[in-house]
């Protein structure tokens, strides 16, 4: 167990990690592309209002310059010049009768006294340049700024036409433009963004996944490698140490029938030595064993009373136990299984009363509780309780629990062991239910 949890968690830990710094990367490269995308809008801005300033060298009004340019025609939507008090003085194309100031409040951007406003709704900008004072051109004999003779008075008569006099009046010019291109790269972006994060949280959680599966196939290999060691030593043992204990058996039973009262305990004593060292052999084999046997519809409830009576002369299910649950496993290795865990709960020390067993359908599982009140598993072997030949008793095989788990784990199970808050330990084990 504790090969297999401590790298779930430090990988669910280095992906969450990895998906956050690539999905802070994704929020610069996007947000970086956006901003490109803002200057090159403020450009055009630029580049279509000395384009129209330049087209009215030959037109009287500013329509007429839009509608004479083809770049124009298509950018510009309206066009209007405003007052000082936000009154209409000339309008063309699709503008606002009256200009609202609320909307420089709620600006985008503001230089050299141009607002830009973006309007998602029209996929345009406003464009507005804001002259603190309305366009005046300098009268005849006036003087210069700066004192002396007055300048030369330009030819303003051949300007005095009905754009000259609608900017010479005016404090806003208003210039609705259509930017597609930067709508549509807004919307990409938005749309890019969570796409972005979603893929790379797929990506993440698939390497992740990856890097899983590689450890569980290393362990299983490594597990595998162990079993094929163990089959070894367990022939080995099978062979060398069945015949001796035979032999040694006989030779007690002799020492018995000769009702010696010297040596009464010594005797006794090498019988439960040899007991012990046959129930190992056993142990060995059932572990090395097909886990999977040949399933079978079995009743779970069942199987819980009948080796709860066997070993404790009473049922340990608790009254509200469901008793219908079907499962589906090797009848013998449930009983064994059930064995070991009742057997386990028994020596840990607790009172035998308090040892019970609740049985209940979760979903399309049947979760099995066997609880006892016992002196409970040091946090620190908790992950290795399971582990071949691990115990923490003097007399303990260490493999009880760990052909519990295979059998168990065979039949599409669980089986998980956890301390119990006042002392004693659960042993949950959940198998599919059979409908």
């Given at each position: ?61 500013f329509g007429s ?239 819980v009373e009948e ?18 649950l079907m499962v ?108």
């Amino acid at each position: 167990m504790k090969k297999v949890h401590l790298p779930r968690r430090g990988s669910l830990a280095a992906a969450l990690l990895a998906w956050i710094l690539l999905s802070a990367l994704a929020v610069f490269i996007i947000w970086g592309y956006r901003d490109r995308a803002r200057l090159i809008r403020d450009n055009e801005n630029e580049r279509i209002l000395n384009t129209l300033f330049s087209q009215l060298r030959d037109y009287d009004d500013f329509g007429s310059a839009i509608e004479a340019n083809e770049i124009l025609r298509e950018r510009i939507t309206g066009f209007a010049v405003y007052s000082g008090d936000f009154s209409l003085i000339y309008r063309w194309g699709k503008v606002p009768g009256e200009f609202d100031s609320k909307i420089l409040e709620e600006k985008e951007h503001r230089r050299f006294n141009r607002y830009t406003i973006p309007d998602r709704r029209d996929r345009s900008v406003k464009f507005v340049i804001h002259n603190e004072r309305p366009f005046h051109p300098p009268q005849s004999g006036e003087r210069s700024r700066h004192g002396g003779e007055p300048p030369e008075a330009p030819p303003w008569g051949r300007f005095r036409s009905l754009w000259f006099n609608a900017l010479a009046g005016g404090n806003y010019v208003y210039i609705d433009i259509n930017h597609s291109v930067y709508w549509n790269t807004i919307t990409f972006t938005g749309i890019l963004y969570p796409a972005c994060t979603a893929l790379l949280f797929l990506l993440v959680g698939a390497i992740r996944i990856l890097y899983l599966r590689n450890i569980e196939y290393r362990q299983r290999i490594e597990a595998q490698q162990n079993l094929v060691v163990l089959g070894t030593a367990a022939s080995t043992l099978a062979h060398e140490i069945k015949n001796p204990l035979h032999s040694i058996r006989l030779q007690t039973g002799i020492l018995k029938k000769m009702n010696l009262a010297a040596g009464a305990e010594e005797i006794a004593l090498i019988d439960e030595e040899v007991n012990r060292l046959a129930a190992l052999t056993y142990r060995v084999n059932d572990y090395l064993r097909d886990p999977l046997g040949s399933p079978e519809s079995i009743n779970i409830a069942g199987i819980v009373e009948e080796t709860s009576q066997r070993i404790c002369g009473r049922s340990i299910l608790d009254e509200g136990a469901d008793r219908e649950l079907m499962v589906r496993m090797d009848g013998g290795r449930a009983r064994s299984v059930f064995e070991n865990i009742i057997r386990n709960a028994l020596e840990a020390g607790g009172a035998e009363e308090a040892l019970c067993a609740r049985i209940k359908r979760e979903g399309g599982s049947a979760v099995v509780r066997v609880e006892d009140r016992g002196r409970g598993i040091p946090r620190e072997d908790l992950f290795r309780i399971t582990d071949p030949f691990y115990t923490s008793k003097s007399t303990g095989t260490g493999i009880g629990l760990t052909i519990s788990k295979r059998f168990i784990e065979a039949a599409g199970g669980t089986m998980v062991l956890e301390n119990r808050a006042g002392g004693g330990v659960s042993v949950r084990i959940t198998l599919p239910c059979e409908f």
